[in-house]
């Protein structure tokens, strides 16, 4: 049985639909990560729990990405950790405040995180966290499956408050509640989840966005070549950017 429409029909029109309505807000985030760059301060990349870690590995150590991340991975909240171990450590108020605070955010960063639906304890610690820290936040989030969870609904911190509330900016990825995209005519359970897709395509946008303006502020981009290509290991750019943020990249 065919679906109502296949996962790159749906997966197509969701990328068009960001694509047409978070240009804005793109140039927004991209101009913060900017400004830390130039400032020479960290981008921090933060995905808040299971899957989220997907888009927060892509934006670290890739060729074509940029230099100055530091990816706060904690294996206490990812899936290496057991599913539902990690769906427990997530909802616990306090424990992702500890995380930014290991990871040094510090004034004048930027700290990116990444959470679909952006209301539990882990994703609301971390941007409030990083805030008192005197960091600028930006927020991969979707405003609609975020409003779809009821306030008093367990999942959500004690705030209530949603992670696009919080930040300094948010890019809204649309993923519809449930994260699945893909409907079987007669089956009850929708198939299929955009959010990854929908992320990385939104990691690699800012680095994009970022790139094109520090080359129209005459700023050479600290951007990795590959290491798989011919002269890669001998690249004078990675090397220098390996010596600089060795030390600043808590997992170099």
């Not at 888009?55 to 670290?60: K, L, Q, T, V």
């Not at 004048?108 to 409030?128: E, F, K, S, W």
């Not at 805030?131 to 989030?141: D, L, M, P």
Request: with cysteine; hydrophobic share 40%; proline share 4%.
């Amino acid at each position: 049985m065919d679906p109502k429409k296949s996962y790159h029909q749906c997966i197509t029109e969701l990328l068009d639909k960001i694509y047409r309505n978070e240009k804005e807000r793109i140039k927004e985030a991209a101009h913060l990560m900017s400004d830390a760059i130039v400032a020479d301060k960290m981008i921090h990349v933060f995905g808040t729990g299971g899957h989220t870690f997907f888009p927060m590995e892509e934006m670290y150590g890739r060729a074509g990405g940029l230099m100055p991340v530091n990816p706060m991975m904690d294996l206490g909240i990812s899936l290496f950790n057991f599913a539902s171990r990690s769906i427990k450590l997530e909802r616990i108020e306090g424990y992702c405040r500890e995380v930014v605070k290991y990871f040094e955010v510090e004034e004048g960063d930027v700290v990116i995180i990444v959470n679909t639906y952006g209301v539990n304890a882990c994703t609301l610690d971390a941007a409030l966290e990083s805030k008192e820290q005197g960091a600028s936040t930006i927020g991969i989030v979707s405003v609609e499956a975020a409003k779809a969870i009821t306030e008093d609904h367990y999942l959500r911190h004690s705030s209530k408050k949603n992670l696009f509330e919080v930040v300094d900016v948010y890019i809204d990825d649309y993923v519809p509640l449930g994260d699945v995209i893909v409907e079987f005519p007669g089956f009850p359970r929708k198939v299929a989840a955009p959010s990854t897709i929908t992320d990385v395509f939104i990691i690699h946008w800012l680095e994009e966005a970022v790139v094109a303006e520090l080359l129209d502020r005459g700023v050479t981009p600290p951007v990795w070549v590959s290491a798989n290509i011919a002269g890669g290991d001998q690249d004078k750019m990675n090397a220098e950017g390996f010596k600089k943020y060795k030390w600043r990249v808590k997992y170099f």
